[in-house]
């Protein structure tokens, strides 16, 4: 019977709290959401980011057990291309040209050199209705639905190909992932009709 816990987690020095118990089994499936993923803020600070992006402490925490057979499900993002060019491919080379991209690339590598069943999501920006409980990063939409309501001015990029992804559609693929148990790199986007 699948179980569903979420676990607080420091991913720069500590597995779990120490007052917390260890779990008797290990997860069926981690979706790693956690990351520095400002770019900004990772420009500003790449020891840091490096160190919180790429999971090494999820890693040993799962490791630990005894037969972990655990799906992570990790997401990365479509920074991890140079960007030269429009509908890239999961296998199109990596050339990460800022330290969020680099830490992510950093981490799909060590992932996929020391956990065997994993599922990479590569995802363009997401979006979707305004979170239940307040978040600190700005959202996509609810950011331009401000600009435009108070009649600011906007600099908006020009020179970027991005797809961007609706939240519930990687809620989707995330569920059918772990009912279908599928590994391995995936690029996600939405389909606009
Ligand atoms: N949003 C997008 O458009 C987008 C696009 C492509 C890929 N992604 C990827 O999708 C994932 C989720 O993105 P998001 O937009 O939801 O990011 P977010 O709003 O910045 O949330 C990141 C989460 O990571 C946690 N976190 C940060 N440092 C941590 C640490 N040292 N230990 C444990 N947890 C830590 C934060 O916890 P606190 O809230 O407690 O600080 C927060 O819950 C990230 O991997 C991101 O790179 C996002």
């Known amino acids: 019977m699948p179980f569903l816990v979420l676990w607080p987690f420091t991913l720069i020095c500590k597995l ?41 402490t999820l890693l040993e925490w799962l490791s630990a057990f005894k037969e972990a057979n655990t799906l992570l499900i990790h997401l990365s993002t479509d920074q991890v291309y140079e960007g030269v060019k429009s509908f ?8 990460p040209v800022n330290v969020y991209g680099k830490s992510k690339v950093a981490a799909e590598q060590f992932i996929s050199k020391n956990w065997s069943n994993f599922a990479i999501l590569r995802s363009s920006i997401i979006f979707g209705p ?8 700005s959202l996509p939409i609810q950011w331009i639905d401000g600009v435009l309501s108070r009649g600011d001015k906007a600099e908006f990029f020009h020179d970027e190909f991005r797809c961007p992804v609706y939240v519930k559609d ?21 389909c606009f009709t």
Do not use: H
């Not at 890239?88 to 050339?95: F, G, L, Q």
């Not at 305004?130 to 990063?137: A, C, G, H, N, R």
């Not at 990687?170 to 939405?190: C, D, E, K, N």
């Open 130 to 137: 305004q979170t239940i409980s307040p978040v600190p990063k």
């Open 88 to 95: 890239y491919k999961e296998d199109d080379e990596t050339i």
């Open 16 to 56: 779990v709290e120490d007052s917390m118990p260890f779990p008797k089994r290990s997860p069926d499936v981690v979706v790693n959401c956690a990351a520095l993923s400002v770019p900004r803020a990772c420009e500003a600070d790449p020891a840091a980011t490096m160190s919180i992006n790429v999971p090494s």
């Open 170 to 190: 990687v809620v989707t693929i995330i569920q059918a992932l772990t009912s279908r148990w599928i590994s391995g790199w995936l690029l996600i986007v939405s």
